[in-house]
């Protein structure tokens, strides 16, 4: 939805000028997702259930997502970046928080664990 936001159009929409640069982005992310040890060899045995099989491909999406937003934001900024820059200005005050990452494995977990949603995503 990063798109959307700040009223721009995603490459589906004769746009494709982003797509080797986001591949070549989930590439980097996915190599470095990579080197970490797996968390369904190190979560106990009850938990295992909840990390999906696929959690390294996922986390690499996320990372890949928030980078094109961080990088939207800047260039781009939705009428909430531009009225915090505004205060900003104004009073001298800086307006700093952190954004919430888009993780689908926590949100299925959750979704597992309290009955709703869409379930398991094996």
């Not at 190599?31 to 009850?46: E, G, K, N, Q, T």
């Not at 937003?69 to 009225?83: G, M, N």
């Not at 104004?90 to 959750?110: E, H, I």
């Amino acid at each position: 939805m990063p798109y959307f936001e700040r009223g721009l159009l995603p490459n589906m929409h004769g746009d494709t000028r982003d797509v080797p640069i986001m591949g070549q982005l989930f590439t980097e992310r996915y190599r470095f997702v990579s080197l970490l040890p797996d968390l369904r060899a190190m979560a106990p045995s009850f938990a295992r259930e909840w990390i999906p099989s696929e959690w390294r491909v996922r986390l690499a999406e996320t990372l890949t997502s928030t980078t094109i937003d961080f990088a939207l934001s800047h260039d781009h900024p939705t009428v909430i970046d531009l009225s915090n820059q505004s205060w900003e200005r104004f009073t001298g005050a800086t307006t700093w928080s952190l954004p919430m990452l888009p993780v689908p494995f926590v949100s299925d977990w959750w979704d597992q664990l309290s009955g709703g949603g869409r379930g398991p995503s094996r």
